[in-house]
Nanobody
Framework: QVQLVESGGGLVQPGGSLRLSCVASGSIFRINGMGWYRQAPGKDRELVGSIISGGRRNYADSVKGRFTISRDNAKNTVYLQMNSLKPEDTAVYYC?????????????WGQGTQVTVSS
C-alpha cells in the first residue's frame, strides 16, 4: 500500500502565497507521476498541475503563471507553490501519485488539505 500525506493548506488573503507539500510512503518501487487536484464546493475535482518522472509539467489554464509544481524524487515528495492567490482558488487540494509498488501498479490519493483565499 502507498500512502500520501498533504500539508501546507490554510487561510490566506488574496494576492498571498502558500506552499503545499505531499509525501508518499509505503511499498513504492517507482513513482511515475505526481500531481495536485482541487475540488471546490459543488464542483467536480479538477487537475491543477502534474509532473512526470522526466520533469515534464502540465498546468490548468487557470493557474498558469501563478502556480509551480516541483518534485523531490529522493524524498518521494511533490510541492505546489501557489502565488497571487485568488478567492476562486479556494478548494480542497488533493495530491495524487501513480507508479509501481512492490505488488504492482498503484494509484493513490491523499486525504486533502483545505486552501481558503479570503480577506
Amino acid at each position: 500500500q502507498v500512502q500520501l500525506v498533504e500539508s501546507g493548506g490554510g487561510l490566506v488573503q488574496p494576492g498571498g502565497s502558500l506552499r503545499l507539500s505531499c509525501v508518499a510512503s509505503g511499498s513504492i518501487f517507482r513513482i511515475n507521476g505526481m500531481g495536485w487536484y482541487r475540488q471546490a464546493p459543488g464542483k467536480d475535482r479538477e487537475l491543477v498541475g502534474s509532473i512526470i518522472s522526466g520533469g515534464r509539467r502540465n498546468y490548468a489554464d487557470s493557474v498558469k503563471g501563478r502556480f509551480t509544481i516541483s518534485r523531490d524524487n529522493a524524498k518521494n515528495t511533490v510541492y505546489l507553490q501557489m502565488n497571487s492567490l485568488k478567492p476562486e482558488d479556494t478548494a480542497v487540494y488533493y495530491c495524487n501519485a501513480e507508479g509501481i509498488g512492490d505488488y504492482g501498479p498503484f494509484g493513490a490519493w491523499g486525504q486533502g488539505t483545505q486552501v481558503t483565499v479570503s480577506s
